[in-house]
């Protein structure tokens, strides 16, 4: 059973950092797509950073870039989000995501390819 559990949101005045974690059990994460979503009150959820594991090949959305680093350590199936200068834009609740297959070039952009952890609210305030 994939389980994935994520830690390290909290409130942060803009221009701060946090780091988030995902603790992935129950799959295997080779060839496949893991990565951070997140969903603000009355929106849809976005993909925030996404990595295709074994293949080197990273997505950032526009909005993160620069600013926002997503790393996995493969020893501790652990993913992280590393979040520097921080936006009140960025204030939302944050879902670790697992790909439901297995990919080689690309990863898959709809939500409903993934599988999430509880999620961790992030709260950056100006």
């Known amino acids: 059973q994939v389980k994935l559990v994520e830690s390290g949101g909290g409130s942060v005045q803009a221009g701060g950092s946090l780091r988030l974690s995902c603790a992935a059990s129950?799959?295997?994460?080779?060839?496949?797509?893991m990565g951070w979503f997140r969903q603000a009150p009355g929106k849809e959820r976005e993909r925030v950073a996404v990595?295709?594991?074994?293949?080197?090949?990273?997505y950032y959305a526009d909005s993160v870039k620069g600013r926002f680093t997503i790393s996995l350590d493969n020893a501790v199936n652990t993913l992280y989000l590393q979040m520097n200068t921080l936006k009140s834009e960025d204030t939302a609740m944050y879902y670790c995501?697992?790909?439901?297959?297995?990919?080689?070039?690309?990863?898959?952009?709809?939500?409903?390819?993934?599988?999430w952890g509880q999620g961790t609210q992030v709260t950056v305030s100006s």
């Open positions: 995501a697992a790909s439901t297959m297995l990919y080689v070039r690309a990863c898959p952009s709809r939500p409903g390819d993934y599988v």
């Open positions: 990595i295709l594991v074994g293949s080197g090949s990273i």
């Open positions: 129950g799959l295997t994460v080779s060839r496949r797509c």
